[in-house]
């Protein structure tokens, strides 16, 4: 039994690295680093205003690294900050119009390829897929934390 059980994390293991490693090379494609792709995907998939905090939760990168990111991304005039009124240092980070061109550009090829992946699935394990996929996550989170 624990055989087997080793077995299936390693393939589960590489599995998740694999994916990471695709959007990995989407990024590399394009010329960016992970962190900049991952900002763009998020300013240009996301319908609501995002900062800093938001872009770290929602890919679970370190503050500094997103703080890299969006430095990177504002001397390329891809992004602006601006400070959220009322709330201290808090900035919402906004696409410049050259910013929303060049992230449509390359978040719509990856969006597409995800949808494609998706829908080759049918509605039910894609229902799974995300079920197992959140629970397994919050697990090990909470095994490791």
Same mark, same amino acid.
């Given at each position: 039994?624990?055989?087997?059980?080793?077995?299936?994390?390693?393939?589960?293991t590489r599995q998740v690295k694999e994916i990471s490693a695709i959007y990995?090379?989407?990024?590399k494609k394009n010329g960016i680093p992970d962190s900049e792709f991952c900002?763009?995907?998020?300013?240009?998939?996301?319908?609501?205003?995002?900062?800093?905090?938001?872009?770290?939760?929602?890919?679970?990168?370190?503050?500094?690294?997103?703080?890299?990111?969006?430095?990177?991304?504002?001397?390329?005039?891809?992004?602006?900050?601006?400070?959220?009124?009322?709330?201290?240092? %808090?900035?919402?980070?906004?696409? @410049? /119009?050259?910013?929303? $061109?060049?992230?449509?550009?390359? *978040?719509? !090829?990856?969006?597409?390829?995800?949808? %494609?992946?998706?829908?080759?699935? @049918? /509605?039910?394990?894609? $229902?799974?897929?995300?079920?197992? *996929?959140? !629970?397994?996550?919050?697990?090990?989170?909470?095994?490791?934390?």
């Open positions: 039994m624990e055989q087997e059980l080793k077995k299936k994390i390693e393939i589960l990995h090379h989407a990024a900002i763009l995907y998020s300013l240009v998939t996301m319908d609501e205003e995002c900062t800093q905090k938001d872009i770290c939760d929602l890919w679970s990168f370190p503050k500094q690294t997103v703080n890299s990111g969006i430095s990177a991304l504002t001397k390329k005039n891809y992004i602006t900050l601006d400070n959220e009124q009322g709330v201290g240092n %808090r900035k919402i980070i906004r696409l @410049t /119009k050259a910013g929303n $061109e060049f992230g449509k550009r390359i *978040v719509s !090829k990856i969006l597409e390829s995800e949808k %494609r992946a998706f829908s080759m699935m @049918t /509605k039910e394990e894609r $229902e799974e897929c995300i079920k197992l *996929v959140n !629970k397994y996550a919050k697990y090990l989170k909470e095994s490791i934390y």
